[in-house]
């Protein structure tokens, strides 16, 4: 096996198209490899010392969080945290310390997995996902990105170089919310995003996104009959019955699919709620389940 340190970006697209892969923190690729879930690429070319990944820039319309961006920034960045705070709580729940200072956004997006905890709020933010090449860049949706459980519609010598995420509108909030078993070290059982925005009490936009309930990420379809009313227990329990019912949940060592089903709506109606109280000015800490005291106590 050959690793190759990259100091710029020319040096990543052009080892890409030598035929090696990118490894960013190594916490998907190389702690997989160690646990036998495959073996390690032959040429490796390691992507974590070009700064102009590790970039969160801001411009008028959108935000760009390059690939490179540690969980460990993405959960105290001002800028995450206000706009996207459902990343911030994604981020927050991710693996131990040692995990979020060293894995990226950019390899949890780019493994693939259902159960990646950022790629639910991603989705209800309206992210997009910048992919380039020694031959040109392009930008494409989550969901033509995502073709099944760790699966991307990306070519062996594209490099995800970072994620847009259209501004916010100042009357909206979002939430992440994840079932845990236990606080450290656990992926996923099922985890809900939300964006919320509202005029007044009444919510003009709503999106809600699902996590390790389908081979890729689910959004959830049919929630216009909601906009025009508040976030009340009505539209709750209408957001929790739409989420149960469009799940597709395998069952497995962690959980059953029956389990999954019911805990799925569960966490996307409390991701609904915490996001329109965080549209309506209030302040609720990351990472939001910890805060509202959902899933494990310690
Ligand atoms: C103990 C432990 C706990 C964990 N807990 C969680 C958790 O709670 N939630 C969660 O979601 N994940 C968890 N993970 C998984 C992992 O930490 C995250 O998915 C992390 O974000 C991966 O980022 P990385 O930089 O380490 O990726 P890497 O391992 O470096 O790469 C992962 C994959 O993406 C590719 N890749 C990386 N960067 C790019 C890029 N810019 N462009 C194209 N391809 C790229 C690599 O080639 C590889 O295939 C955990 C892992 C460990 C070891």
Excluded at 151 to 179: F, H, M, W
Excluded at 247 to 275: C, E, F, N, Q
Aim: glycine fraction near 10%; hydrophobic fraction near 45%.
């Amino acid at each position: 096996m050959t690793l190759t340190i990259a100091t710029s970006l020319d040096d990543i697209l052009a080892g890409l198209a030598a035929g090696a892969r990118p490894i960013a923190g190594g916490t998907d690729l190389v702690v997989g490899s160690r646990q036998g879930k495959g073996s390690l690429p032959d040429t490796l070319i390691a992507i974590d010392r070009v700064a102009e990944l590790a970039a969160i820039e801001a411009s008028g319309e959108s935000t760009r969080v390059g690939s490179g961006v540690t969980h460990a920034r993405l959960m105290t960045d001002p800028t995450i945290f206000d706009q996207f705070t459902a990343i911030a709580d994604a981020a927050a729940l991710v693996g131990s310390p040692a995990t979020r200072n060293v894995g990226t956004l950019g390899g949890n997006v780019m493994n693939g997995s259902p159960a990646m905890d950022t790629g639910a709020p991603l989705v209800v933010l309206g992210a997009t996902a910048e992919l380039a090449s020694a031959s040109g860049t392009r930008t494409i949706g989550l969901d033509e990105l995502w073709t099944g459980p760790g699966q991307t519609s990306a070519k062996a010598d594209e490099l995800c170089t970072a994620l847009v995420i259209p501004n916010r509108a100042a009357n909206s909030g979002s939430a992440y919310v994840r079932l845990e078993y236990r606080r450290a070290m656990e992926i996923a059982i099922v985890g809900a995003a939300a964006s919320v925005e509202l005029d007044g009490d009444t919510i003009t936009s709503v999106r809600v996104a699902l996590t390790a309930v389908a081979p890729t990420i689910l959004e959830v379809t049919g929630l216009d009959g909601i906009v025009g009313g508040s976030a009340d227990q009505t539209t709750l329990a209408t957001v929790a019955e739409a989420a149960s019912e469009q799940a597709a949940p395998i069952s497995d060592l962690r959980a059953s699919d029956k389990y999954r089903r019911h805990t799925i709506g569960v966490m996307a109606s409390r991701a609904v709620d915490a996001a329109a109280r965080r549209a309506s000015g209030e302040q609720i800490s990351v990472p939001v389940n910890r805060a509202l005291g959902v899933g494990a106590v310690q």
